[in-house]
């Protein structure tokens, strides 16, 4: 059995163990396997979704999108959408309505849910520590610090709101590198957004993040920030969607498609 | 004024144009602008066609959407899509109606139109070039010749046909880094598709293109095929859609955006 194949048998065994109620992040579940985000609408919100994510794809690039009603997907064919994340958040009217472990019995509310699966910057950390910088949330063993920016996205139908970003704390002397590395990966969010002057994107406290959690930040280090799958979510809040389900941050879709899929 | 604003000059010079009646391909014009391919569709195909080209984003990289019924893209602010590419095709159930130099006038009879414009690649033929790689089509003073391929997109909704590939004779010491210059440009179709035996693409005649010209193919050169723009008219013509309009095959709409904002 090659790698490929023992890093697709892990993938199904981790989305085994969630759609058996499991919740845990899945950063570091079978390396070297691209992760998702996922936000899934009505159909009816499809064309106003894809648009968006057309106009802004740093944040949202899209790895697949399903047909409507199904919760079957190309990037891992074996897989159910409804239950193999471990965790996913229920919107309605642009609120977190609750988060749940398996969102079948909602699916089964909605004849045409339309499911968005968004690459997800998991996929170039792999290469940023196979050359030697440290990507601390990984090596702290926490999610990754994400804050809401005031960078505008451009607006599409009904849809608009803000970019939120990630942030990775990087030496000053690995800076230009760790930007070509990610850049290499348009795929799943591409180069940083944002180098240094937290306060320019609208960040005050990078201590304080909006999601995930906060990290050590060394002397002699810039933090740099990537657009963040997560925007979705932002934006679902600020145009009061009325309904959505979305995965809950750092509790991704593990699929079965290799990262150098998305390498350029 | 430096060179940027030199070539924008060039390219609204060049709409200009177009825009008064001049019919010619856009091959050289502006040069180190992007220039697209369009495909225009009733607001009701939009989201098949958007999604297609999600699902096929070699054939279909999307650069631009427009709102409904607008004939105005953020990719070149003043100019005018009904009348600024040097040559249109207008298609009703999928068939080539008429072939016009300005279709203001059968805009007018919809008020919802969908401009979708799309990566050509033009865009990455200057940085082979500038490595000593000859683009035959070029040095012949052609149009790049384009196939209908045996490749099976994948459909969205309404929408499926084949893969449309270009083609360009390469020397087989330069097929590795051309397949490298290009593939660092995923936004105009990116990577080649296909390398050597044309057959195997279901291409019998590499002498008799479906589209375009054909060049010469030397001794040691191997054809190497790309995903093509023209892919949006052959699946138009396959899926009977009953009204698009398009330009005419190396007739481009020429952008304000810099070749190298691509470039990955």
């Known amino acids: ?19 058996q109620g499991f919740v845990a992040p899945t950063a570091g579940q079978a390396p070297g396997l691209t992760q998702c985000n996922m936000i899934t609408l009505p159909r009816e919100w499809a064309y106003d979704f894809l648009l968006f994510a057309q106009r802004n794809p740093q944040a949202c690039p899209v790895l697949d999108v399903t047909e409507p009603g199904s919760h079957t997907t190309l990037l891992a064919e074996q897989a159910d959408l409804r239950t193999d994340l471990p965790l996913y958040r229920v919107w309605r009217d642009g609120q977190l309505a609750e988060e749940l472990s398996d969102v079948s019995h909602i699916w089964a509310q909605h004849t ?11 996929t ?30 451009r607006p599409a139908g009904r849809l608009q709101g803000n970019m939120v970003v990630s942030m990775r704390p990087i030496a000053a002397d690995r800076v230009a590198e760790a930007a070509r590395i990610t850049g290499r990966y348009p795929g799943v969010h591409g180069a940083p957004v944002h180098v240094g002057e937290p306060g320019l994107l609208g960040i005050n406290d990078l201590a304080n993040p909006d999601f995930g959690d906060a990290v050590t930040i060394r002397p002699g280090e810039i933090p740099v920030f990537w657009a963040c799958g997560v925007t979705p979510q932002a934006v679902v809040m600020a145009s009061r969607v009325p309904f959505a389900i979305s995965h809950a941050p750092g509790h991704m879709f593990i699929t079965d498609i290799p990262d150098s899929y998305y390498h350029v």
């Open 124 to 153: 170039f950390e792999t290469d940023l520590m196979h050359a030697g910088i440290d990507v601390r949330h990984i090596s702290e063993g926490c999610n990754v610090p994400m804050y809401r920016s005031n960078r505008v996205c």
């Open 1 to 19: 059995m090659n790698s490929l194949q023992h890093a697709r048998e892990a993938a199904s065994a981790a989305r085994a163990r969630y759609r």
């Open 112 to 122: 045409d849910l339309v499911s968005f699966l968004i690459g997800c910057s998991f």
